[in-house]
C-alpha cells in the first residue's frame, strides 16, 4: 500500500479518531486522539494489507504554549510491505496520561519507560512503569521545555 | 634518585650504604609503584588506552598495573564524565581503596563536568572526592597525561604521612 492508501484505510476505520493526516516526500504520518490509540496500533498490526508489525520508535514531543502540549510519537515499519507509517497522539497536560500499547508491541516497553521518565507521561496499562534512565529520586521530568537549564538535583548536593 | 648522596653521614661509610628519612625512602618506591585503578566511563578511556599502550607506556613511570578492584590500587584514574547516577558508585570506589591513596581527575568532564552543564552531569568529581592532580582536554594529550602523572609523582615525593586524606569521602550517600 501506498503511503496515501495507508492513511486512507486508518481514516476510514477511525473517522473519529484521525484528527488530521498529511504526507510529505513518502512519509505518512496521522494525527490522532490519544483515546483510541490502543485500537489503532492494534489495527495497524493486524490488518493483513497494513501489517505493522515494527515498532520502530516511539519518543514524544513537548510544545510548550499550545494546547494539546504533548504529542506521542510512534514510528511503524512493516517488514513484509516494506512500508512506514508515524502515528502522532496528542496528550494534554492537565491530564498527562495515554494508553500503554506495550500489549501490541513488546518493544514499546523501555520506550513508554523511557518517556515517562523524560516528560512524565504516564502510560495506563505499563506493566512496570518506572524511570529507566534517570535514578529514583531524581525531581521532575528534564526535556519539558519548563525545567529550569540550571535545576539542579538534591541527590549529591549543591555544588552540582 | 636524588635521595643517595644527600647526607654527610654517608661520606664516611662509602658507595655501598644509603642515608635517608623513612618517610622519604618510602614515598620514594611508592612513587614509582602507582596501582592505578581506572574508573574510565567516556572516551577519554580511548586516549587512556594510548597512554598506556607501548608508544607512550606508563609503566616507564611504574604505573602500568590497573587493578581492578579498587582495595588493591592506590591511584584512582577518574577517565571520563561522571554522571548523577554514577556519583554514588565513584563515592563508594574511593572510599573502599586503601590509604593512602590518590585521584587524578582525567580529561576535562572529571575536572570540572566540560561542556555537560545539564540536569545529568556531575560539575566536576572534586565536589566528591579529594583530588590530587587535575589533567584538563578533551581528551587530554597522552603527554599531558604523563605530566600530570609526573606531578603527582612530585607531589607523592614531597608528601608527609598526615598530608593523606584519611577516612571516606566528605559527601554523605545512598550507596
Redesign the interface.
Known amino acids: 500500500m501506498s503511503p496515501n492508501a495507508t492513511l486512507d484505510k486508518i481514516s476510514r476505520q477511525f473517522p473519529r479518531s484521525v484528527i488530521e493526516t498529511h504526507t510529505w516526500r513518502g512519509d505518512a504520518t496521522a494525527i490522532v486522539r490519544r483515546e483510541d490509540i490502543l485500537a489503532i496500533c492494534t489495527f495497524l498490526r493486524d490488518d493483513p494489507e497494513l501489517a505493522y508489525n515494527f515498532m520502530m520508535d516511539l519518543t514524544a514531543v513537548d510544545y510548550l504554549g499550545k494546547a494539546p502540549r504533548f504529542e506521542v510519537v510512534y514510528h511503524l515499519y512493516s517488514l513484509s510491505k516494506n512500508q512506514r507509517v508515524r502515528i502522532k497522539a496528542q496528550v494534554p497536560e492537565a491530564d498527562c496520561a495515554i494508553d500503554s500499547i506495550v500489549s501490541v508491541w513488546i518493544a514499546a516497553d523501555w520506550f513508554e519507560r523511557e518517556v515517562f521518565d523524560l516528560y512524565g507521561i504516564v502510560f495506563k496499562g505499563h506493566p512496570n512503569l518506572k524511570r529507566i534512565l534517570?535514578?529514583e529520586g531524581?525531581e521532575g521530568h528534564?526535556l519539558r521545555k519548563d525545567?529550569p537549564?540550571k535545576?539542579?538535583?538534591p541527590?549529591?548536593?549543591p555544588?552540582? | 634518585m636524588g635521595l643517595i648522596n644527600t647526607f654527610s653521614a654517608e661520606e664516611p661509610l662509602g658507595p655501598n650504604v644509603v642515608v635517608t628519612r623513612l618517610e622519604a625512602a618510602i614515598n620514594w618506591s611508592r612513587k614509582y609503584s602507582f596501582f592505578l585503578y581506572p574508573f574510565a566511563t567516556a572516551c577519554c578511556a580511548m586516549e587512556f588506552m594510548a597512554v598506556g599502550g607501548p608508544r607512550y607506556d606508563l609503566d616507564r613511570f611504574g604505573a602500568a598495573l590497573p587493578r581492578f578492584s579498587p582495595r588493591q590500587a592506590d591511584l584512582l584514574m577518574v577517565v571520563g564524565t561522571i554522571t548523577h547516577k554514577q556519583a554514588p558508585i565513584l563515592v563508594k570506589v574511593y572510599n573502599q581503596m586503601t590509604e593512602p591513596k590518590w585521584v587524578m581527575a582525567f580529561g576535562v568532564c572529571a575536572v570540572s563536568g566540560g561542556f555537560y552543564d545539564n540536569y545529568a552531569t556531575v560539575q566536576g568529581i572534586d565536589t566528591l572526592i579529594p583530588v590530587d592532580v587535575y589533567i584538563p582536554g578533551c581528551p587530554p594529550r597522552p603527554e599531558m597525561v604523563l605530566d600530570g602523572l609526573m606531578l603527582l609523582q612530585e607531589k607523592v615525593t614531597q608528601e608527609k604521612w598526615s598530608d593523606w586524606p584519611k577516612g571516606p569521602a566528605p559527601v554523605k550517600m545512598k550507596c
Open positions: 534517570l535514578y531524581f528534564p525545567y537549564v535545576q539542579r538535583q541527590l549529591i548536593g555544588l552540582n
